[in-house]
């Protein structure tokens, strides 16, 4: 199946920089990005527009805000609205516009604190999630449940 244009929403950070360079290396030329600049994800009509206008085929969401252990503590609200806004539009706009392919990347902290290792997807909503990074956890893991 093809796809035609992929766009990548996070394309600077740590796994979309990684992605981003490896279609790259692949060979595929039809990627979109944009900056946080150029496009804010926060925004539910900028980013409808911007489906409506570029027409992906595929979506990344590698797209989030993220911070260390005293940011999460401290801006725990501001992380799970803005998670929830970025990856709610994204998922929203794919939906509306028939987007082919949907990638939705999630994280080992939206599993239980204390998962028996090695993780097994199972494991998903069956404990408390580690507390320095619980807003961050409940966005990824309402994602994945609307998706």
Sequence with gaps: MTFGSVYIAGHRGLVGSALLLNLQKHGYRNIIVRTHHELDLRHTENVREFFATNKPGAVVVAAARVGGIHANNDLAVEFLLENLQIQN?????????AVKKLLFLGSSCIYPRLAVQPIKEEALLTGLLEPTNEAYAVAKIAGIKLC
């Design 89 to 97: 539009n994204l998922i929203s706009a794919s939906f509306d516009f």
